[in-house]
């Protein structure tokens, strides 16, 4: 059994794995299917173990930039590129569907996260 956490503050509904968690709630899964796994890649889930699921809800996530759905691809990765808080990049990812400007939040959350290690 696998626990993950949805890091969004809504609730969120995966059909295909029969899974809806309320924002912030702890599901215990029997494996990783395709459909939880891209919704881990896209920010909205992580595998927590037994003692974070105890924890309290994880921090809620700061607003996206007011503007920042307006961008054109082009200006919106050049924003990214410039952000050094992860946080606002995992609030701009929960809601983003733009392919080239994903990859370039995770991209650049990848790089945040390696740079503190």
């Known amino acids: 059994m696998v626990k993950i956490r949805n890091l969004t503050p809504g609730i969120l509904h995966i059909p295909a ?20 796994k891209k919704q881990i890649d896209a920010g909205r889930i992580m595998v927590v173990t037994d003692e974070e699921a105890a924890k309290a809800p994880a921090p809620k996530l700061p607003e996206p930039p007011s ?15 410039d952000e050094t808080d992860p946080n606002v990049i995992q609030s701009i990812l929960q809601t983003e569907q733009r392919g080239g400007v994903v990859d370039a939040l995770k991209g650049r959350l990848k790089e945040i996260v390696d740079a503190r290690k």
């Open 67 to 81: 503007d920042f759905d307006k961008l054109d691809e082009t200006d919106a990765i050049e924003y990214v590129e």
């Open 17 to 36: 794995a029969k899974l809806r968690l309320q924002g912030n709630a702890v599901a215990g899964v029997p494996e990783i299917t395709p459909e939880i």
